[in-house]
């Protein structure tokens, strides 16, 4: 009889007639979050590349200048001293994060994926706990722990007096000690990146390695490393990013004028000088050079990023 079902047959309740994916309805989940990008990163970037070429505090008194805040950023003696200094010191912050805590990480993630290590869980908290925890907080504390007059009997009593000194007052080692400040807040991301990346890796390649008679570190030069690839490079541009754009740490441990001497002053702090609050001892923002110097930050980011990207993320 018709209306019935033939045996053996069953019917589809999600037919073609039911749902449609060439309708174009999944574009309106993306909607909300279209309008959120759109508001908060999309306007602001394009904002802040059409305010680079004007020169003014306000929308009244801003007049178009064209690239002449770029030719003064990198022509006029204050500025560019000031913005290759920053550049070089992004540039070692950078290096430093790249070095310590990606290769720590990428340490603690092999050694966390061990089945035979005990107690896993535990050791991954403890490395996470760090970055749960607020960058002011953290640069206040070890602020304290590097100041000589904090520290200077607790290290005298334990035989360390040789490390009671002005780390962060002297300019050869203020930006190392804030870098690394840095690396020991920020590690637990890159080793939980890179244990779930070890984590997908197939315990049939590992056990043929080992019935191969393959060493640990040739298991994870010829295997681990290349199929975790993606995830490093992933890792990095996040890392070059971030760093780019850091602010906060150098703002709690130090200050927005990147003492001593603007030895630790930073990409950020330099936009933030500038644009915001104002270069001293002026003391007057200027949005237009501001703007200028976060277009240009843009771009580097862009040059890098794009790379490191095609190369890590077509392996095969």
Not at 98 to 109: H, P, R, S, W
Not at 272 to 296: K, L, N
Request: with cysteine; hydrophobic share 50%; aromatic share 14%.
């Amino acid at each position: 009889m018709t209306g019935k079902n033939e045996p053996g047959k069953r019917r589809n309740v999600f037919s073609r007639s039911s749902i449609d994916p060439s309708a174009g309805y999944w574009l309106l989940y993306l909607l909300p979050a279209l309008f959120f990008y759109i508001i908060f990163m999309a306007y602001p970037l394009l904002d802040s590349l059409r305010l680079s070429f004007f020169r003014g505090g306000t929308s009244e008194s801003r007049i178009f200048v064209g690239l002449d805040n770029f030719i003064q950023l990198f022509t006029v003696k204050g500025n560019a001293e000031r913005y290759w200094g920053a550049f070089g010191h992004t540039c070692y912050f950078f290096l430093i994060h790249m070095l310590v805590q990606n290769c720590l990480g990428i340490l603690f993630a092999v050694m966390l994926t061990n089945k035979t290590m005990r107690g896993r869980g535990a050791y991954q908290t403890i490395i996470f706990i760090p970055a749960t925890l607020a960058v002011l907080v953290t640069g206040y504390l070890w602020k304290l722990l590097l100041n000589p007059v904090w520290s200077g009997d607790m290290l005298t009593k334990i035989g360390l007096d040789f490390l009671a000194r002005p780390w962060l007052g002297e300019a050869k080692t203020a930006l190392t000690c804030v870098s690394l400040v840095s690396c020991w807040q920020w590690v637990g991301i890159p080793t939980m990146m890179f244990v779930a990346g070890l984590q997908n890796i197939s315990d049939d390649l590992l056990e043929v390695a080992d019935i191969e008679g393959c060493s640990p570190w040739q298991t994870f030069w010829k295997i681990k490393l290349p199929l975790i690839m993606p995830v490093a490079g992933m890792i990095a541009i996040l890392t070059f990013v971030n760093n780019f754009n850091a602010f906060d740490v150098v703002f709690a441990m130090e200050n927005v004028n990147g003492p001593p001497g603007y030895s630790t002053d930073l990409i950020g702090t330099l936009f933030y000088r500038v644009g915001i609050a104002g270069q001293h001892p002026i003391g007057i923002p200027d949005p237009g050079m501001g703007a200028a110097i976060a277009t240009i930050t843009f771009f580097v980011l862009a040059l890098g990023v794009l790379p490191t990207l095609r190369m890590t993320q077509s392996r095969d």
